[in-house]
């Protein structure tokens, strides 16, 4: 019978009933053909494979089919994996959950580029935890955007973008490279795509290169819209165990 094999802490570590190679092309197909109606090159829109929940086992097979980008929402859960896949040095590690203040050292040591700085206290300890850290780059970063001001997400309102990307632009050891946003659950994805077009044009605005918007309900209408970084789990490793 087909079965899911999880380890001690709930994750998957991989599922007989999803074939993720395939998943993986399907989603690239359809990265491709919303690129094409929206005129744009699919070079220009980089898949995130948010494994949140997966073990190793899954991970691995989504980088054999191709995938280098990978998210995770947490710092805890995403040690042991991306640990387990040091190996595997041309991975790009992205921390797309919430992140708290006493894990910021650790996230910075382990991913390669975080989505979700949602408010001025956070970019300022990460510069601080930043300029500790000698001898590296300045730490890539996305403000985290509340669009549609839901009170059940966190980040910036859109009125206060422009002085945060200021405020962080004089910060030492972090550099902001765009903006992030969580569209609200909706059936059809139509009903956001007004989200998705008031965060690009806010992006456009403050001269931004990345747009990191999309998951697996509504990547397409993200990516018609500009979307630079696509966050897709579902469609890739099928439903989580949690």
């Known amino acids: 019978m087909p079965k899911k094999v999880l380890n001690c802490m709930g994750a998957v570590l991989i599922s007989e009933t999803v074939d993720i190679p395939s998943n993986v092309k399907t989603v690239l197909g359809r990265i491709g053909a919303a690129c094409r109606r929206a005129g744009r090159r699919p070079a220009g829109v980089t898949l995130v494979a948010v494994s949140k929940g997966m ?3 899954s991970i691995q097979v989504a980088y054999e089919a191709g995938v280098r980008h990978f998210g995770e929402n947490r710092v ?14 041309d991975i790009t590690w992205h921390l797309v959950g919430h992140l708290q203040s006493n894990k910021l050292k650790a996230a910075m040591r382990l991913f390669h580029i975080i989505h979700s700085v949602d408010s001025t206290r956070l970019a300022e300890a990460l510069s601080r935890q930043a300029t500790a850290m000698a001898g590296r780059e300045a730490f890539p970063v996305l403000l985290e955007v509340n669009v549609a001001r839901e009170s059940t997400k966190q980040g910036f309102d859109v009125e206060d973008v422009p002085g945060a990307v200021e405020a962080a632009s004089r910060l030492r050891g972090v550099r902001i490279v765009g903006l992030m946003a969580i569209a609200p659950a909706v059936d059809d994805p139509e009903e956001v795509r007004p989200v998705f077009r008031k965060l690009r044009e806010l992006r456009d605005a403050l001269g931004l290169a990345e747009l990191s918007m999309g998951m697996t309900e509504d990547f397409e209408a993200a990516i018609e819209e500009g979307a630079t970084m696509v966050r897709i789990g579902r469609a890739i490793f099928g439903p989580r165990n949690s």
């Open 76 to 89: 805890q859960e995403a040690e042991g994996k991306i640990t387990g896949l040091a190996g595997l040095t």
């Open 55 to 57: 073990g190793v086992s």
